[in-house]
């Protein structure tokens, strides 16, 4: 089973103006947050730690591949990195374009440092949270792996609240039989109850039956 590592946020500041790296890394440090300066989406991709959680702040117009291309390409990679768009060379369709890509914010330059700092904080949480959420997710499927394939098929019946005689009868097994899958598939999923069990499938997208 897999556990969450509680790893110290990163923030990466990825543009190809030195300046502007150092003037957003300086702000962010000034908040308590560490951070990495990346020159280009090429130098992030080959550098990055994406262990570690955080966001990423991210300029749209850069030589090699540009802001929007580097969100398509960790979209398939699964980078699981939440973005902030920070660019002097933004408009509304290219705003639009990248919230509905994921993006959680996109601020025209010189953002606001209040602003910079909240949206920071929003998307280090959303991280965390999606990260959690995803190790979750990960070890009951693990759980779910541990049931026999009839117990698989009986798994979602009793969730759907089905008779052990109905499903006995549909399975052409004896309903003592069932009985007995029945506390093994509670017991191997660490459920407690139907209502935990129903929870329990429905969140790992097993809940219909076959």
Same mark, same amino acid.
């Given at each position: 089973m897999k556990t969450y590592k509680k790893l110290t946020p990163l923030i990466r500041l990825i543009d190809d103006d030195e300046m502007v790296l150092g003037s957003e890394s300086f702000l962010l440090r000034m908040e308590g947050w560490q951070t990495a300066q990346y020159l280009s989406a090429e130098e992030f991709l080959s550098k990055d730690d994406s262990e570690r959680p955080g966001c990423i702040i991210l300029d749209i117009r850069m030589p090699g591949l540009n802001g929007m291309e580097l969100q398509s390409l960790m979209m398939e990679k699964n980078i699981d990195l939440p973005i902030i768009f920070l660019t002097g060379h933004g408009d509304i369709d290219m705003a639009v374009?990248?919230?509905?890509?994921?993006?959680?914010?996109?601020?025209?330059?010189?953002?606001?440092?209040?602003?910079?700092?909240?949206?920071?904080? #929003?998307? *280090?949480?959303?991280?965390? @949270?999606?990260?959690?959420? &995803?190790?979750?997710?990960?070890?009951?499927?693990?759980?779910? !792996?541990?049931?026999?394939?009839?117990?698989?098929?009986?798994?979602?019946?009793?969730?759907?609240?089905?008779? #052990?005689? *109905?499903?006995?009868?549909? @399975?052409?097994?004896?309903? &003592?039989?069932?009985?007995?899958?029945?506390?093994?598939?509670? !017991?191997?999923?660490?459920?407690?109850?139907?209502?935990?069990?129903?929870?329990?499938?429905?969140?790992?997208?097993?809940?219909?039956?076959?």
């Open positions: 374009s990248a919230l509905k890509k994921g993006a959680v914010d996109f601020l025209v330059k010189p953002a606001n440092d209040e602003r910079l700092q909240e949206a920071v904080k #929003n998307a *280090v949480e959303k991280n965390i @949270l999606s990260r959690q959420k &995803n190790i979750e997710h990960d070890n009951m499927l693990e759980l779910y !792996e541990q049931l026999t394939e009839r117990e698989k098929d009986i798994a979602p019946m009793v969730a759907n609240g089905t008779a #052990n005689k *109905v499903i006995a009868i549909d @399975l052409d097994i004896s309903e &003592n039989s069932v009985k007995k899958y029945r506390s093994s598939i509670l !017991e191997k999923l660490q459920v407690r109850t139907i209502v935990e069990l129903t929870d329990f499938l429905r969140q790992i997208g097993k809940d219909s039956v076959k």
